[in-house]
């Protein structure tokens, strides 16, 4: 269970699997306002580094799942590095239907909601782990321009327009979820720049040093396309952000 290598190759040199600048993940934290001790439950982790850098800036406590060896492997890397390996832990698994053994204050699932088929269902399993008066975390794509054909949607590897709201029928939706958005902090378009274009680097320097590898060729064709298909499409139409839900 794990990871296509392509999605760490790509990533290879990315502390956030998401397109938030260290910036906007410092800013999410001081807008959420957690109180130290509070636990965690963060799924689809990454590479932790949500709860490595909370805990050391605001005193949490919690535990990262993620699929991926090669991300769990640098989480517990970068927990070390940071001193808090003693407050937070991270398991390799399957963070689709994960509950945390005990309630937490804070849980969370940012980008990867496909683990619940959707934002509606990673509503209901981060429910299951969630203490009462609790926060959600969720990070979900929306359009920010309405795409005008089927070339911009695929461009920003979607399949059909209607698999993303835009952001008032986003905030609309986690309302008839039977939560209020209590906070939220967007990407911006440099956002997407350092999450994007820092792949291009990562394929670029890994074909130099890998050309006999199987996956060469899928990756070179990869990059061949990767800064228009940016530039013109997922820049233009795509945002991102991080959404705080309490239930009502």
């Known amino acids: 269970m794990d990871l296509p290598r392509s999605f760490t190759i790509r990533e290879s040199s990315h502390r956030l699997i998401n397109p938030f600048t260290p910036e906007k993940l410092a800013a999410l934290g001081r807008a959420v306002r957690p109180a130290p001790g509070t636990a965690m439950l963060d799924l689809a982790c990454g590479k932790g580094e949500m709860l490595s850098t909370w805990a050391r800036d605001h005193g949490t406590t919690g535990t990262g799942v993620d699929i991926s060896t090669v991300f769990i492997a640098a989480a517990r890397e970068r927990a070390a590095e940071l001193g808090v390996a003693e407050r937070v832990s991270f398991v390799h698994g399957d963070a689709a239907g994960h509950v945390a053994a005990e309630p937490v204050g804070i849980a969370s699932c940012i980008g990867a909601t496909w683990i619940g ?47 993303l709201f835009a952001l008032p029928e986003l905030l609309e939706h986690f309302n ?73």
């Open 117 to 163: 088929d959707g934002p509606a269902g990673t509503v209901e399993l981060l429910r299951r782990s969630l203490a009462p008066g609790g926060l959600m975390l969720i990070g979900e794509p929306y359009w920010r321009l309405d795409p005008p054909d089927q070339a911009a949607v695929e461009g920003c590897h979607m399949s059909a327009k209607e698999d």
């Open 176 to 248: 008839g979820l039977g939560c209020d958005v209590v906070e939220m902090v967007l990407a911006d378009q440099d956002s997407w720049d350092r999450y994007v274009a820092a792949q291009w680097l990562n394929v670029r320097q890994w074909l130099d040093a890998n050309p006999d590898d199987e996956l060469y060729a899928e990756m070179r064709a990869e990059l061949d396309t990767a800064p228009v298909n940016h530039a013109r499409y997922q820049r233009e139409y795509l945002g991102w952000g991080v959404f705080a839900l309490m239930d009502r």
